[in-house]
């Protein structure tokens, strides 16, 4: 918890001065219980005094002005300790989200999505809550204990004091048996909440196949299950903290009661050191040593599930990419060239590699195809190419240059990417192809639209280009989401277009246009594309063919139709021996 307080950065000043206003405070309400005994000794010496009523209401006046004073510094400490709270958390969320924004799938197979959301959003504001109470009470608390601790100590009576010390070991004592008790079971129920987020998400994720299915009552019974562990840890944590409030108060009143029967006792032996305004004040010190008990019980009882809460966020913040970019790019002496040397890689724990030997050069301007089966590796190449992930032997090189080697900004200007599933934001459709280049001229976003086959649709829609698109692109088909994403990789006009099996969600007549425009339109840019449909990649340089993750053929469509028996299948079953000018016998 104490790294997100320090993340105020240059604000650290307003803790020092939340201290010294806490402090103002506490020597305020130190003062009144004193002031009160003023009062009292007024009152029960009235015959002696000469005018028993102005010396009261100036002794009052006196004490209302520490009343007064004490207030204001409430109020400020207050004020100030909503600002630092705010601030910290504030920067420890960007700081989240911008550790999140360096992740690859290392990182994201650690860290699953619903719990990157869970710990941004839950963890944070609660350990925002507790922070603010933490500013105000927890060196309010035991300040003000103290000061009341030593007050009762210049009184003189052992006896009093022994007491006090007594209910003191009690209450640390029954709050270190609750913490004990309570504090792991906040591990299980944030991941709970987890496990709740997950379930939740996948649910309106995956609504029309639950209601497809009539799996309604599975999901219900599911999620039912993950709440009622959840519901059962937290009422076991709950009911052990709230035990300390009531057994505080417990021991609180029996110190009040030994109080006035030391008071009482001391009274009747005649001691002449001791005086019923005595025992006035001494009420108001155990009072103000419960206030500061009580306040202190509070932020333990948020503290555990801060804690957790803390560590959860300072994980995420604390991990180190393990793809991480080159502090420089070194001298780039080509353009445009893509060599895979050896490249294997294999997942953590995985028994074999999922590509295995991977060898090909794409020079400027050319075109390289990847086919096979489903699980055969391409779109693997395709995250190692664009370095989501580092490969396990061998090297990949880009313009000449290991990809190891590059700054990752630097890298990731050299492709224009358009993954399997587009993505597009909430937000208009101009932002939305412009998020790499936000600075592009109306000039590249209309011919990006118009090579995409996407200008004829965007005019009719509300608005043009300023037309608000819904999360995820749901407010326009799958094949106009497709051909935004195309026009937003064609915005950034890279030296190379990486598409992961882009096209699909097309009909064959604009998969061929446009296919066309950009080769006639975008000349001297290589292309990288991974297609199921033989009929994508017919105009293709080189067409590697993959078979569970080894190279099994590389050349044109029409050398692979001679040589790789699996291409020529995979061909076959998409078009007829006629059509691919194969003599059939």
């Known amino acids: 918890m104490f790294k997100i307080i320090g993340r105020i950065g240059r604000q650290w000043w307003m803790i020092l001065i939340i201290v010294l206003v806490v402090v103002a405070n506490v020597v305020c309400d130190f003062l009144l219980p004193i002031q009160l005994g003023k009062i009292i000794k007024v009152l029960q010496e009235a015959r002696e005094i000469q005018d028993p009523v102005t010396t009261v209401i100036v002794e009052g006046v006196y004490m209302l002005l520490i ?11 207050s004020k100030l300790s909503s600002m630092v709270t705010a601030r910290a958390i504030s920067v420890t969320r960007y700081q989240l989200f911008k550790r999140i924004g360096t ?29 603010n109470i933490f500013f105000r009470f927890v060196l309010y608390g035991p300040l003000i204990a103290a000061a009341a601790i030593i007050g009762m100590v210049f009184l003189g009576k052992w006896q009093m004091t022994l007491a006090i010390a007594i209910a003191l070991g009690l209450i640390m004592a029954f709050i270190l048996i609750v913490l004990k008790i309570v504090l792991p079971r906040y591990d299980a129920i944030q991941g709970r909440l987890d496990k709740v987020a997950l379930v939740t998400r996948e649910n309106l994720d995956g609504l029309r196949v639950i209601r497809a299915y009539t799996a309604e009552k599975y999901q219900e019974d599911k999620f039912a299950g993950i709440s009622e562990k959840l519901m059962k840890d937290e009422v076991f944590s709950n009911r052990g903290l709230n035990l300390l409030t009531p057994i ?37 010190f155990s009072a103000l040593i419960l ?13 555990p599930r801060t804690i957790v809460c803390a560590n959860r966020v300072n994980e995420v913040i ?64 395709i995250n190692l190419l664009l370095r989501f992930m580092d490969v396990t032997k061998g090297e990949i090189l880009v313009d000449g240059v290991n990809v190891k080697d590059y700054r990752t900004e630097d890298l990731n200007a050299r492709f224009g990417y358009v993954p399997q599933k587009g993505y ?50 749901k407010n326009v088909s799958g094949g106009q989401r497709q051909r935004l994403c195309i026009a937003r990789a064609l915005v950034m006009e890279p030296e190379i277009f990486v598409f992961d099996d882009s096209f699909s969600a097309l009909d064959y007549r604009t998969d061929k246009i446009l296919r066309g425009e950009i080769k006639k339109r975008c000349a ?51 078009m007829t021996a006629e059509e691919l000018g194969i003599q059939e016998g």
């Open 291 to 303: 206030t500061g008990f009580i306040l202190l019980v509070a932020v333990m009882l948020q503290m």
């Open 67 to 77: 009343a007064g004073v004490s207030a204001v510094t409430a109020v400020i400490s």
């Open 248 to 284: 505080v108060q417990l021991i609180f009143g029996a110190l009040n009661v030994a109080i006035y029967f030391i008071g009482a006792n001391l009274i009747a032996g005649n001691d002449p050191t001791f005086q019923y305004a005595d025992i006035a004040v001494v009420v108001q």
């Open 524 to 574: 001297g840019v290589t292309n990288v594309i991974v297609a199921q449909r033989v009929g994508t990649i017919l105009d293709a340089g080189q067409i590697v063919c993959l078979d569970e993750g080894r190279v099994m053929g590389i050349g044109t469509h029409r050398q692979l139709l001679d040589t790789c028996p699996i291409y020529r299948e995979i061909a076959l079953s998409q």
């Open 424 to 473: 597009l934001f909430h937000d208009t459709l101009q932002n939305n192809i412009t998020i790499g280049r936000p600075d592009a001229s109306p000039v590249v976003v209309d011919k990006a639209l118009d090579i995409s086959q996407s200008k004829e649709f965007v005019s009719k829609l509300p608005g043009g280009v300023d037309y608000e698109i819904s999360q995820g692109g």
């Open 318 to 381: 604390d991990t180190e990419p393990a793809v991480k970019g080159a502090e420089s790019t070194p001298e780039i002496r080509e353009e445009g060239t893509i060599e895979f040397k050896n490249v294997t890689f294999t997942f953590p724990g995985a028994e074999r590699p999922v590509v295995e030997n991977v060898s090909f050069k794409v020079g400027k301007g050319e075109t390289i195809a990847f086919i096979g089966a489903t699980g055969s590796g391409k779109s693997t190449i």
């Open 103 to 131: 992740f690859s799938f290392p990182e994201m197979d650690k860290f699953s999505t619903s719990t990157l959301v869970t710990r941004t959003t839950n963890d944070l504001t609660f350990v925002g809550n507790t922070l």
